[in-house]
């Protein structure tokens, strides 16, 4: 039952993720850049999530990723970032973040749900 469970969890959040960025494609797209680096502990080692500084519309504007990684950024560096229409929340679009947390989702939840429904004799 758990594995059905999990199955559908996951199926769910690469749907919502996959979602949440259909949403932030119809914004605009500007070239950002990090300026600090926000390290979160964890207990595999830190996670550094990157603070990017853009212009917008004749302003700079700064926000802090939602997606961190293992290896710190590069203070400095250039990053491409999404800025939906509305009141959404900008984000790096780079290719790790945008496709990698939905195709996992969308190709592990089915086969971990095949697997629960296996076990229960569904499948």
Known sequence: MFMLAFGCLLLGCGV???????????????QG????VKIVPDTEG????????????????????????SLPPEIGQRVEVMVPDGMGKPEVCSWWNRHVGTWLCLVLGPLILMEGLRQLGWW
């Open 33 to 36: 850049r990090i300026v600090a």
């Open 16 to 30: 919502a993720h996959e979602y949440i960025w259909r949403v932030r494609r119809k914004g605009r797209r500007t």
């Open 46 to 69: 830190p996670m550094y999530f990157p603070t990017v500084e853009f212009e917008w519309q004749g302003m700079k504007r700064t926000f802090t990723s939602t997606y961190g990684s």
